[in-house]
Each structure stands twice: as structure tokens, then as C-alpha cells.
């Protein structure tokens, strides 16, 4: 298309930006703002910031491990499966941060370790770094519904959407050698990324019990079942 069409990546710009400022107005209704907060954006974060040239963007940036731990308790009931994530543990993070250090003057990073546990202040330099108009919204004015729905995070509808302080218990999800050795895999691979934002390996528990011997073996089978069967569902899906 691109090859027939010289224009076509502005003419797709155009048609994509109008129609979400029609969604995005619809759903704001009478409100100023509507923030749009989807994870999987990072796959295309670069695409959004050229088809929204005049958009102010947030990068709320979380501990990796922290994201694993969250996910695993509110999609996998606790049971290892980061073989299923994999996409935006890597490439998603990978992709943010490209684009933290390719359009800074667009961008304004916050912490989400930070945003819980001084949220007003946090929001507040975030309004003065954004240049927002008008006075920064408080914690309490955030107390309101969010939109809800079969696809989004399961624990929206039986949780206060305030923020709140609350310290990541870690070294209790890493409690075993199997899940340790994965958190120090992806730590190496993401060497650069992670110290820069300050995202350090959680502080293992060298004393291993027989219970975490055995779950690190039900980590590592259920990781290698799960592995083996994308794989074979996608050749089958190749042939």
C-alpha cells in the first residue's frame, strides 16, 4: 500500500487520529479530559505519538518484577506463566523506553512506586511538567469510576479506584530458585533499561525449604509445558 500510495501513512494518521477524537470525546462526555490507559500501547507507543503530534503522554513506569507478580495474582490465580506475557515484559518495555529517549520533549516519565505513595505531589509535578491549565486534581478528586469491562483488569469492580500506599511484598513471590533465576535472566537481559529507571532484582532468600525446592519444579514444568505448547500450536498454525 505503502509502495502505491505515497500518502498513505498520512491519510492513515488522519483517519485513525479523527475517529479516536470522536471516541475519545464520547467518552469524556462534559469532561476536559479523557486518559486513555491501555498497557499494550507500548507495542505501539512511536505510532501513537506521530498519529497524535499535539497529545501530552504519560510513561508511567512500574518494577518489571512488581508487574510480573501483579499479573500473575490478578490473571493467573499465582501459578508461573510468564511465558504468556513475554511480549510486554521485553519488547513492550523495550519499546517505552526507545521512545523516552527519542521524543523527551513529549513524554513525562512518573513512577508508579512514587504515584501511590506520594500521589498528590506526584500529580502535581506531573500537571506543572505537562503545562496543564487550571489547578492539579487531588487524590480525592480521583475517586471515580473507571470504565469498566470484560477485557480489562478483573479487580476494577470490587476495588477503590483511590490511590493508595502500599509496600510490594516481592521476596515472597520470588520464593523460589525457579522464579529467582528467571528474575536474574531478565534482569541481565535488560541490564540498561532497568538501572536506568531504578528498577533493581528483588533480595532473594538464599535458604531454600523442601516446599520451595518442589514449587520451583512445578514452576519450571508448568514454564516448559507451556512453552512447548505455543510452539506446537504455532507450527500447526504455519502448516
Known amino acids: 500500500m505503502r509502495e502505491s500510495f ?6 492513515w494518521r488522519s483517519g485513525a487520529r479523527k475517529m ?3 471516541v475519545y470525546g464520547g467518552l469524556a462526555g462534559e469532561k476536559s479530559y479523557f486518559v486513555d490507559k491501555t498497557p499494550r500501547y507500548s507495542l505501539i507507543a512511536k505510532e501513537i505519538i506521530e498519529t497524535f503530534p499535539d497529545a501530552k503522554f504519560v510513561l ?3 518494577n518489571p518484577f512488581a508487574i510480573v507478580r501483579s499479573i500473575h495474582k490478578a490473571w493467573e490465580h499465582g501459578r508461573w506463566n510468564v511465558n504468556r506475557w513475554k511480549i510486554d515484559l521485553n519488547f513492550g518495555y523495550q519499546r517505552l523506553f526507545d521512545v523516552m529517549n527519542q521524543f523527551p ?3 513525562y516519565s512518573m513512577h508508579y512506586e512514587v504515584l501511590t505513595s506520594q500521589p498528590n505531589r506526584t500529580i502535581q509535578q506531573m500537571w506543572d511538567s505537562l503545562h496543564l491549565p487550571g489547578e492539579a486534581p487531588s487524590e480525592d478528586c ?9 477485557l480489562g483488569d478483573p479487580s476494577v469492580n470490587r476495588r477503590s479506584t483511590s490511590f493508595h500506599s502500599s509496600a ?7 520464593s523460589n530458585w525457579y522464579r529467582q533465576r ?5 534482569f541481565e537481559q535488560n541490564k540498561f533499561q532497568c538501572k536506568s529507571l531504578g528498577h533493581e532484582v ?4 538464599r535458604t531454600w525449604s523442601l516446599g520451595s525446592k518442589i514449587s520451583g519444579i512445578r514452576d519450571m514444568t508448568r514454564h516448559w509445558r507451556k512453552s512447548l505448547t505455543v510452539k506446537s500450536k504455532t507450527t500447526l498454525l504455519l502448516r
Open 202 to 205: 528483588p533480595h532473594f532468600n
Open 6 to 11: 505515497p500518502d498513505y501513512d498520512c491519510h
Open 20 to 22: 479516536m477524537d470522536q
Open 105 to 107: 520533549e513529549k513524554v
Open 142 to 150: 480521583l475517586k471515580h469510576s473507571l470504565v469498566a469491562g470484560s
Open 60 to 62: 508511567l513506569w512500574r
Open 182 to 186: 528467571w528474575a536474574k535472566h531478565f
Open 168 to 174: 510490594e511484598d516481592l521476596d515472597s513471590f520470588y
